[in-house]
């Protein structure tokens, strides 16, 4: 599995096998420490096996057939065809003998045949620093691999979920004699509670989240890739369905960068780029593999914590100097679309507060007061979708915030607070309900390598854009306002269709800046027209200055 990849030949490597299980919810659990420049913590991953994902994807696919032709659709996992790792296939550069059960006080005894230390120099990762021999393990058990880079995991262990107080509710076999079985069967059954019962799901799954492990697994490192087996499961559905990990990132990991913000404060927030989310936790990321995820993050007080998440989290103070901050998605989506950005960034406001901004807060709403089923049908997996709920389709203006450095105060007052009502207003003119029930826009530090960023209730802006007239701010807000629609709540089944999420946002930015400038037709159609013939030439220009492998989509 470790192999050296060129970046500008080779595509990223997509090593985890979801062709034979599927993570469903993720819960982060995270300290973030600005002197070390490290997160630390641990996640717990919660599993559905390969049979029952597709016997639940193919009843949906015979609802759907059934439904009317003009049901709005989103994203509906799929099995992936991206090639599995079984266990006599698998190989490495350690190989099976170096699958360790991490300890405490016990040191590592590898010799030549499988040397942790030259390994972790060479990959960048640690296995672990204190293992004990496994022994002969065999070639028959299932390997769990996961997508895991620039990161030191430090244990892995089974979730004993059946210690949960309350928890036997979602035993539908109360007789089952094997505690391991029993086990997975509450993961199945909590995974696929129905929509109407999403915040019984969230608590049970922070509650299986806390629980004792009951057993550590095997795993191995290599550089792109993470992979755990517990000794005699052999079949995805024997593997445990509740996983946790501890583990730290790394400084210099490439999904998160360290940096200090305009007014010189520390700060820190995760790109998903280059290599997506894997330096930041261990997870699967094909686009087929959706989930859901909460996440608890702790900081120190002085810091601000945004991340992906569908309510407006407020700190919880923990003890002098140390601030909790707790954010939830109930939308399946792929693990790439996580986003977390911690800093001292100040909350912008309107120098008076505008009746856009009053309407919007009287129309704001949680996902416990949606009347489901009352517009359209969705075809999709289960969850509390906006689309079906009467009070989201008329929503305008969803509830948002603006946070920035302080030292840009004036420039958001004065060029990007007055634009985001009207862009908002603007897309749902012509996509009419928002995916997304609010909305956090942050101008991020300018080290930031692109104008923008969209994440599931959250947008990256580039300080760049704040500069001159309003113009090029509100083009690009449009541009990542347009993939609430395509790109998160409607994505591509792989990367390399990840185009047509791009082309949709880029065309979109010129109806929703028409709109939002309330340009007459004639006038609307001349600047897309100009826009049109500018992209036309730019692209023209690209073409004939790249290499010719470089003007192929793979």
Request: proline content about 6%; overall charge negative.
């Amino acid at each position: 599995m470790d192999r050296k990849l060129d970046p500008s030949r080779d595509d990223l490597p997509l090593m985890a096998n979801t062709s034979h299980i599927l993570v469903k919810h993720y819960a982060l659990d995270l300290d973030v420490d600005f002197e070390s420049q490290i997160m630390e913590g641990s996640i717990v991953l919660f599993f559905e096996s390969e049979n029952r994902c597709r016997k639940r994807s193919s009843s949906t696919e015979e609802t759907c057939q059934s439904e009317s032709s003009e049901a709005r659709t989103v994203r509906m996992p799929e099995p992936c065809h991206v090639p599995g790792t079984s266990t006599r296939t698998f190989s490495s550069k350690t190989g099976y003998s170096d699958f360790v059960i991490c300890g405490k006080g016990e040191k590592d005894t590898s010799g030549k045949d499988g040397n942790h230390d030259n390994w972790e120099q060479a990959s960048g990762i640690s296995s672990s620093k204190y293992c004990c021999d496994t022994g002969n393990h065999g070639s028959e058990d299932f390997v769990l691999v996961l997508d895991c880079c620039d990161l030191s995991v430090l244990k892995v262990e089974e979730v004993d979920v059946a210690a949960v107080p309350g928890i036997e509710k979602f035993t539908r076999s109360p007789k089952l004699t094997v505690v391991s079985e029993l086990r997975n069967q509450i993961v199945r059954e909590l995974v696929t509670l129905p929509a109407d019962r999403w915040r019984e799901q969230l608590d049970y799954f922070a509650r299986c989240s806390q629980a004792p492990g009951c057993g550590e697994l095997l795993f191995d490192t290599d550089t792109w890739s993470l992979q755990i087996r517990k000794r005699g499961a052999q079949t995805a559905t024997d593997f445990p369905h509740a996983v946790r990990i501890r583990y730290r990132t790394n400084a210099q990991g490439r999904s998160v960068t360290w940096t200090s913000d305009q007014s010189g404060r520390p700060c820190v927030y995760t790109m998903g780029s280059p290599i997506n989310n894997r330096a930041l936790f261990p997870c699967q990321e094909p686009p087929v593999a959706m989930s859901t995820w909460q996440a608890t993050v702790r900081a120190a007080a002085s810091f601000v914590v945004l991340m992906s998440g569908e309510h407006s989290a407020k700190p919880t103070q923990l003890q002098e100097g140390c601030s909790s901050w707790h954010y939830y998605v109930t939308m399946p989506m792929p693990a790439s679309t996580f986003t977390i950005a911690v800093g001292s960034w100040t909350e912008m406001k309107p120098e008076t507060c505008s009746s856009n901004d009053l309407a919007a807060e009287r129309r704001s709403f949680s996902p416990s007061d949606a009347d489901f089923g009352c517009v359209g049908v969705c075809c999709h997996v289960d969850y509390p979708c906006r689309f079906q709920n009467a009070s989201a389709a008329i929503q305008e203006i969803i509830p948002h915030r603006v946070f920035a450095p302080v030292c840009l105060q004036g420039a958001c007052q004065e060029t990007l607070l007055p634009l985001v009502p009207l862009c908002l207003s603007a897309a749902h003119s012509v996509l009419g309900t928002h995916p997304f029930s609010r909305l956090d826009i942050l101008i991020v530090p300018a080290n930031f390598p692109s104008l923008g960023m969209a994440s599931p209730h959250i947008i990256f802006l580039s300080q760049s854009t704040l500069i001159g007239r309003s113009h090029l701010c509100g083009t690009r807000l449009c541009h990542e306002i347009a993939h609430a629609w395509f790109g998160l709540a409607i994505g591509a089944r792989d990367w390399t269709e990840e185009w047509l999420s791009e082309g949709f946002a880029t065309h979109l930015e010129d109806v929703f800046w028409a709109k939002a400038q309330q340009l007459a037709p004639h006038e609307a159609r001349e600047q897309q027209e100009l826009r049109a013939c500018l992209r036309w030439r730019r692209l023209q220009d690209e073409v004939r200055s790249s290499p010719e492998e470089m003007q192929v989509l793979r």
